[in-house]
């Protein structure tokens, strides 16, 4: 893998850049479009490709449960098991791990209640609310954990995962960690990141294929020290690139100062990865602080829910209000769904349970996130980054017909 920084932008840590992988290259900042079971959700692979789409993420997790990583090898990699011929990440498992774990005692989920305080002001579920009993065990060595689909009993150790990844394939693997919650205290977090630490260092040890690009994550949780020395210690071990994963606080404003605590000691000459953050306030605010790469559930969890990206925010499409409204989500769009399809429709679908609504809303929701990152390179270019930003966000934030507080 080969990461070429082209421009730096002159009033942030911005940078625009290529990274180059053996399966082509991706612009950066740029978006990784999460196709977790080896497929984004009612999209065939040149479906997006057209959408601009360079990068996909597929779910280390899932695929080891199902279909398994011998059979995907097998069948020639995920590569072309799936039919997706471009660059692609996969994540470690360690994040599912956490999720059937301390995921589900603290009621944390990736898209609901990563950000409790937020959660509780109204931007959603989240907290303890949703408590479970949790279904994983972790321990110095690795983690016991219980299938979520048939109740079968797994062990993942760091070498399981640097395995697993190699036989799936992807140019981009991740070191197997543990995440924590935003409702840990220091002091476990402490004892996760070192866990992580000697863990990243095993999966350094073991790794072979030298055509696949393996990053380090920071974790640290919101704890200034912990995520000072946890970017040092993993930004001083020889990865290809860098990610920042685990807690990111109880609010948006901890996950800035979790960047500023983790970026400056991350080799500036390496990617910069974020994982599961993709709203478009969010896309700023990282890309400012030096952040590269992306990937989010959001934009296609959201889109299956009916709930559409436009310039003027959120828009519900089941809302009544669109029953019979002949106009499309975004006239300025030029997506599929856009260019074809009323909001009269759209609703249509969603209400009649269609297939096809999903699908029209997953295409309009990745064009409008792709696109953005590419108006994002492209003012890193021009320096023009602060206007674009001040003008997407002053949009975001203005209440419209297609995006007023009614929809929430």
Same mark, same amino acid.
């Given at each position: 893998?080969?990461?070429d920084?082209?421009?730096?932008?002159p009033v942030s840590?911005?940078r625009?850049?290529r990274?180059t *992988?053996?399966?082509?290259s991706?612009d950066? +900042?740029?978006?990784?479009v999460?196709g *977790?079971?080896? *497929?984004?959700?009612g =999209?065939?692979?040149?479906?997006?490709?057209?959408?601009?789409?360079?990068?996909?993420? &597929?779910?280390?997790y899932?695929?080891y449960l199902?279909?398994?990583?011998?059979?995907?090898?097998?069948?020639?990699?995920?590569?072309?098991f799936m039919?997706?011929?471009? +660059?692609?990440?996969? @994540?470690?498992?360690?994040?599912?791990?956490?999720?059937?774990?301390?995921?589900?005692?603290?009621g944390?989920?990736?898209?609901?209640?990563?950000?409790?305080?937020?959660?509780?002001?109204?931007?959603?579920?989240?907290?303890?609310?949703?408590?479970?009993g949790?279904?994983s065990?972790?321990?110095?060595?690795?983690? *016991?954990?219980?299938?979520?689909?048939?109740?079968?009993?797994?062990?993942?150790?760091?070498? @399981?995962?640097?395995?697993?990844?190699?036989?799936? !394939?992807a140019?981009v693997v991740?070191? /197997?960690?543990?995440?924590?919650?935003?409702?840990? @205290?220091?002091?476990?977090?402490?004892?996760?990141?070192?866990? #992580?630490h $000697?863990?990243?260092?095993?999966c350094?040890?073991?790794?072979?294929r030298?055509d696949?690009a393996l990053?380090?994550?920071?974790?640290? !949780?919101?704890?200034e !020290?912990?995520?000072?020395?946890?970017?040092? /210690?993993?930004?001083g071990?020889?990865f290809?690139?860098?990610?920042?994963?685990?807690?990111?606080?109880?609010?948006?404003a901890a996950?800035?100062?979790v960047?500023?605590?983790?970026?400056?000691?991350l080799? %500036?000459?390496?990617? $910069?990865?974020?994982?599961?953050?993709?709203?478009?306030?969010? =896309?700023?605010?990282?890309v400012?602080?030096?952040?590269? #790469?992306f990937?989010?559930?959001? +934009?296609?969890?959201?889109?299956r829910?009916?709930?559409?990206?436009t310039?003027?925010?959120?828009l519900?499409?089941?809302?009544?209000?669109?029953?019979?409204?002949?106009?499309?989500?975004d006239?300025? &769009?030029? &997506?599929?769904?856009c260019s074809?399809?009323?909001?009269?429709? =759209?609703?249509?679908?969603?209400?009649?349970?269609?297939?096809? !609504?999903?699908?029209?809303?997953?295409?309009h929701?990745?064009?409008?996130?792709?696109?953005?990152?590419?108006?994002?390179?492209?003012?890193i270019?021009r320096?023009?980054?602060?206007?674009?930003?001040?003008?997407?966000?002053?949009?975001?934030? %203005?209440?419209?017909?297609?995006g007023?507080?009614?929809?929430?």
């Open positions: 893998m080969q990461f920084i082209h421009q730096s932008d840590l911005a625009r850049g990274l *992988t053996p399966h082509g991706m950066t +900042p740029g978006f990784t999460v *977790t079971q080896a *497929t984004v959700k =999209l065939l692979p040149e479906q997006l490709e057209a959408l601009g789409a360079e990068a996909v993420l &597929c779910n280390t899932h695929l199902r279909p398994g990583p011998e059979l995907v090898a097998a069948q020639g990699g995920l590569h072309r039919g997706w011929h471009g +660059p692609m990440f996969t @994540d470690s498992g360690g994040y599912q791990v956490f999720s059937l774990g301390f995921g589900l005692e603290h944390i989920g990736k898209s609901v209640g990563m950000f409790p305080d937020e959660d509780r002001a109204g931007r959603g579920g989240g907290g303890r609310g949703g408590a479970q949790k279904l065990r972790v321990d110095d060595d690795g983690v *016991t954990f219980t299938s979520h689909i048939d109740g079968s009993t797994h062990r993942i150790t760091p070498e @399981d995962s640097i395995a697993i990844q190699e036989k799936l !394939g140019d991740l070191v /197997f960690d543990e995440p924590t919650s935003p409702l840990h @205290d220091e002091a476990y977090t402490r004892v996760a990141l070192e866990r #992580t $000697r863990w990243a260092e095993r350094l040890a073991v790794r072979r030298a696949q990053y380090g994550i920071v974790q640290g !949780g919101a704890f !020290g912990p995520r000072q020395e946890s970017a040092a /210690f993993i930004g071990l020889p290809d690139g860098f990610a920042i994963g685990g807690s990111l606080g109880t609010s948006k996950m800035h100062r960047l500023d605590w983790s970026i400056p000691s080799p %500036s000459e390496r990617p $910069r990865h974020m994982l599961g953050i993709g709203e478009p306030e969010d =896309l700023f605010a990282c400012e602080r030096g952040i590269d #790469t990937d989010c559930v959001a +934009p296609t969890r959201l889109a829910h009916g709930v559409l990206y310039p003027h925010g959120k519900h499409i089941t809302n009544a209000r669109y029953r019979d409204d002949g106009g499309p989500i006239p300025a &769009c030029s &997506c599929p769904a074809q399809f009323s909001r009269a429709y =759209l609703r249509h679908l969603f209400v009649a349970d269609e297939l096809l !609504g999903h699908v029209l809303a997953t295409m929701n990745l064009h409008y996130i792709l696109g953005l990152m590419a108006a994002i390179r492209e003012a270019g320096a023009e980054l602060p206007r674009l930003k001040a003008e997407v966000l002053a949009g975001l934030g %203005s209440a419209t017909a297609i007023g507080a009614d929809d929430v």
